[in-house]
């Protein structure tokens, strides 16, 4: 049987801070290994972050989390009732480019990329005034 982990919480940094230290906790409980604690942890940094700063919602709206790991891999359900992605479609992550001297590299621009990169599979769909985005992880080795 899989485990699971839901969570309902307030759109705002604080709260998802608190999550992703709930939810590598709860991973590491789990038996992953600290790297594939660590992988699933920035692509939900990312995505939660991206709901937080760009989906116009406040801290009084939320952001629901199910999280689900199976032989298969570790499923990831994220919605919310903000803004819908530009073109109902997530971006394609293309890395932004470093030329030029260090002090003129983009401190944004990577969410996407690492969500993409960190992740085996990406579904989003707007349904019911809700954006709905599922992330799947391939299963990873227990520590």
Request: hydrophobic share 40%; with cysteine; aromatic share 4%.
């Amino acid at each position: 049987m899989a485990e699971a982990f839901h969570r309902r919480i307030a759109a705002d940094g604080m709260a998802v801070r608190a999550l992703l230290a709930e939810i590598r906790g709860w991973l590491c409980l789990q038996g992953l290994d600290d790297a594939a604690c660590g992988k699933i942890e920035i692509a939900l940094a990312e995505a939660l972050n991206n709901v937080v700063e760009h989906a116009s919602l406040d801290s009084k709206d939320e952001i629901a989390l199910d999280m689900t790991l199976a032989p298969d891999g570790i499923g990831v359900e994220l919605r919310d009732r903000g803004a819908p992605l530009p073109g109902l479609t997530p971006p394609r992550g293309d890395p932004p480019t470093l030329t030029g001297d260090r002090d003129n590299l983009p401190e944004g621009g990577f969410g996407w990329f690492l969500i993409r990169t960190l992740t085996t599979d990406l579904h989003y769909a707007r349904t019911d005034g809700k954006n709905h985005l599922s992330l799947r992880f391939a299963p990873e080795s227990k520590a």
